[in-house]
DNA sequence: TGATTTCCCATGGTATCCCATAGTTAACAG
DNA sequence: CTGTTAACTATGGGATACCATGGGAAATCA
């Protein structure tokens, strides 16, 4: 599981290292680096190991396969995508074209999200922070328990 | 689950010994250690083991994946966590900006909250003790019985 | 050949590991 | 009942390993 919001340095080449626990979690799915690619969502890159790619392909799968929303998604995740591996210390390079659309510069944010993460450029970040923390206060009620969402399930 | 208020101190390396029994409640949860994240609602930290944070994974997870509230729980709830390892004694080490959100110091007060703790600074904590018994005491009708909520869902 | 990219080694700082001590509780035999 | 041993908890400090980062040499591509 991807935790914790690290900052690390983007050096002249494009190198950045991966956190060391985000390296943990993705050692030992079968491929030793992280995918990324663009989200459709904002200016910011997402990314995970091997096993969230399997996941996603699982559930794209699932969908119809004349289904817009299928070919968007095959587009943007496996056309989009790029395989990158870990140096011997741990880093990897960031292509151009990813480090351009999320204004990637000096520095790099990684905000673990639980079975993937986010990279983001500090700047962009901070400006989205408050606002994530005021959706996630005003919307805690939607997170219901384990208990409720079994009794509710039932139902 | 996690009973009780413990007291203990922080050296100067920032480690502080979690008291035994919430040591005892996390073992056999897969992960030796506790994640603990900013408290939204104040000046002291919230935590718990691997299964309260699966258990908001799975709530988080309920959510419509396109909602923007649902991206802003994820950064807020695993983005703001961190994994914290026991030594072999027993200890973790609280990062810098978690004591700085706290106010922490010199001792560390663990307090059981049921599925999940709390970390307060002992000063703090004196401060707002009271008025929590205040509101208990005030909304003592909240609590139901067993036998209560069991008539009540049949209804 | 010039420009990238990939691999390899070096370094400073930090965090982790490991050992040692003291106090407390539990167990236990006399 | 009592004194002793044994286990565990909380704490302190030193050594070690790891992390993030920088730079150079070899390899690759245009």
Redesign the pocket.
């Known amino acids: 599981m991807f935790v914790s919001t690290?900052?690390?340095?983007?050096?002249?080449?494009?190198?950045?290292?991966?956190?060391?626990?985000f390296?943990?979690t993705v050692t030992g799915q079968g491929f030793a680096g992280v995918y990324v690619w663009r989200s459709p969502f904002g200016d910011y890159l997402e990314g995970g190991g091997l096993r969230l790619l399997e996941d996603l392909h699982d559930a794209i799968e699932d969908l119809d396969p004349f289904d817009p929303a299928r070919a968007a998604h095959e587009r943007v995740i496996f056309g989009g995508a790029k395989a990158l591996?870990f140096?011997?210390?741990?880093?990897v390079?960031l292509?151009?074209d990813l480090m351009a659309h999320a204004g990637l510069d000096k520095?790099a944010v990684f905000i673990g999200m639980g079975q993937r993460f986010e990279i983001w450029d500090p700047k962009s970040h901070a400006e989205t922070e408050e606002e994530a923390l005021r959706l996630a206060r005003e919307n805690r009620g939607a997170l219901k328990s384990r208990r409720r969402r079994e009794r509710e399930a039932q139902s």
């Open positions: 690290t900052i690390n340095g983007i050096d002249a080449k494009g190198r950045v290292s991966v956190p060391a626990d390296r943990a591996m140096d011997s210390t741990g880093r390079t292509p151009k520095q």
